[in-house]
C-alpha cells in the first residue's frame, strides 16, 4: 500500500507517491533533512493497481520507498540511473 495525491498544474498531472510506513519521517541527505510529508504526498492510501494507473496517466512523478520505486523500474517509468539513496531510502523522479 502506498501513499498519493495527484497535482494538476497546468498541462502537468504531477504524482507523489510514497510506501506507506513512510509518510511524516525525515531523512538525512547530507546537510539536508527531507521530509515525506503528509501535505505533499498523504492525499489517499491505494494500492499496486492504482498506482500503476496513477504513473500511467501522470506527466511528472516524485517516488520515494522501496515498493513504489521498484514497482516503478518494473513498469519502466524510471531506470536504475534515476534511482537515488537517501538514508538508504529509494527515491526517483520522472517526467514523460
Known sequence: MFWSKV???KDEIV???CDQDLLEKTLDF????FHISKKFYGGEIID???AVKLLEN???G???GEKIVSL???KKYIAKENIILISGIPHAQFIQ
Open 7 to 9: 497535482y494538476r498544474v
Open 15 to 17: 504524482v507523489a507517491i
Open 30 to 33: 547530507d546537510d539536508i533533512k
Open 48 to 50: 499496486e493497481e492504482k
Open 58 to 60: 501522470s506527466t511528472i
Open 62 to 64: 516524485n517516488l520515494v
Open 72 to 74: 516503478a523500474l518494473k
